[in-house]
DNA sequence: ATTATTAATCGTAATATTGCAATATAATAA
DNA sequence: TTATTATATTGCAATATTACGATTAATAAT
């Protein structure tokens, strides 16, 4: 049915599935990544970086933003995009209890 | 088209776009969780855990088995899933590196 | 005012994902 | 052999995602 039953699974799951969803693609890896190198802001280079059309960009950008990973501010005629440092450091603790499971237990058995 | 134009993106950004992916759903978050949770070996308990039909969850298994992060022995009738260790690990090290890039340049712009 | 420039939105085609019923397969039990 | 049990596979319907051309909206430059 392509439709995910989110309301079975826990808040904490459908969120973890969340984050991962979004990183789920290179192209959100790749602007990412380029919001990082960059230390000023980014704006719309990010269509020459990427071989992919505007709007295509575009669309990923706005997904980053839903999720609070960046925010963008409107700078004349173009715009400032930028990674949300606190969101991103939430998101991290978010990530890295459901990555590190394997601290607790390291026994493995097949 | 739905078509993910992996050949534009480098082999680091496609990998952690395929590890993201296979968390970006709640069924395979809680079957991994479920997984570290119980120490000895899973085998099919996870449909009743889970409220999901059993080709659905088989489904799942089958994609986490597919990266390698779950490995699965037959055991008589049934079959018995764990964490490959070794692959979390190296899994854990590629997602970290990603998550971990606001370590470096933690400025913002915007 | 007119004309660029930049980015968002709309519409749509192609493909992928999710979920399950039905069925198949494989190993054990009776 | 014939059930029984556990899991995998197939086929399919519903929905989601990806990508982009065309268009729109908003500001900037001339």
Aim: a positive charge; hydrophobic letters at 40%; proline letters at 2%.
């Amino acid at each position: 049915m392509g439709l995910t039953k989110t309301e079975i699974f826990t808040e904490s799951q459908n969120r973890i599935a969340l984050f991962a969803k979004v990183f789920g693609h290179p192209a959100r890896v790749a602007i990412l990544q380029h919001l990082f190198k960059i230390n000023t802001c980014v704006c719309g280079d990010l269509v020459n970086v990427i071989k992919l059309a505007q709007p295509t960009i575009s669309q990923h950008l706005k997904e980053l933003k839903s999720l609070g990973l960046i925010k963008g501010n409107v700078e004349g005629t173009s715009v400032c995009y930028c990674i949300h440092q606190e969101n991103w450091t939430h998101m991290k603790e978010t990530m890295f209890q459901f990555l590190n499971q394997d601290e607790i237990k390291k026994e493995g058995c097949c």
